[in-house]
């Protein structure tokens, strides 16, 4: 069974912390992202990365950044969390160098940031 | 510009009733297209998802999509609803590159 795992569902941090959120996927694809969900905006992309240690910024990077050493895991980095940061973190993956892969997700983690 | 509009934020049907669930996209290609179900606390399953052929597309959980690329839409259906169905619903549209757009979902509650 396909697995998109994340370290963790619940976090909390302190404003100015730097938080790290990991991914993990057991399915030898290509392509992982992060994405943030908040209510009424829907999914917006932070960053995806196609290959080891290549990254491309998505719709929303600024205050992100990322890390892939290994094709299997994929870490969201927050340098100096924000409030505004609080919100639903949820990272996929996929195979293949086109569109045509479809996207697995893990559970997500629910950042707050206090 | 490639973006998704799902017009219902929410809906309320009674079970066994039917439903259908509003998709229209932007894309300036042959859009593949898929929509995705998130139960409260997880992850995005994904229902179904279209590429080329067949306009009308068979998912799980009894749900099917029919492409129309004259209305750019992706409507999802569902004959009779079940309780367990209750859940947040997105549409998203991708193409030649990675990336994959997607809608501010619809949220369905379901009435015994």
């Known amino acids: 069974d396909v697995k998109v795992t994340q370290s963790s569902r619940y976090l909390v941090k302190r404003t100015g912390e730097k938080v790290f959120l990991e991914c993990v996927q057991d399915m030898d694809h290509e392509n992982m992202f992060w994405y943030r969900q908040d209510p009424g905006l829907g999914l917006r992309l932070i960053y995806f990365?196609?290959?080891?240690?290549?990254?491309e910024k998505g719709d929303i990077p600024e205050g992100y950044s990322v890390s892939r050493e290994k094709k299997e895991r994929f870490s969201l980095i927050l340098e100096s969390a924000s409030t505004n940061q609080t919100s639903m973190y949820l990272c996929a993956s996929s195979r293949g160098t086109g569109g045509l892969g479809e996207q697995y997700f893990g559970p997500g983690t629910r950042l707050t940031v206090t | 510009a490639q973006s998704v509009t799902q017009p219902d934020i929410h809906i309320t049907v009674s079970e066994g009733a039917s439903l259908e669930l509003r998709c229209n996209y932007s894309?300036?290609?042959?859009?593949?297209l898929f929509w995705y179900v998130q139960s409260p606390g997880q992850g995005l399953q994904l229902l179904l998802k279209y590429f080329s052929g067949d306009t009308l597309v068979q998912g799980i959980k009894g749900f099917e999509a029919e492409f129309k690329r004259s209305q750019s839409s992706f409507n999802l259906r569902k004959p009779s609803v079940h309780w367990s169905d209750a859940a947040e619903y997105f549409c998203a549209v991708g193409g030649g590159g990675l990336e994959f757009y997607f809608g501010t979902g619809t949220s369905l509650t379901v009435i015994p």
């Open positions: 894309y300036g290609a042959t859009p593949y």
């Open positions: 990365s196609y290959d080891v240690k290549m990254k």
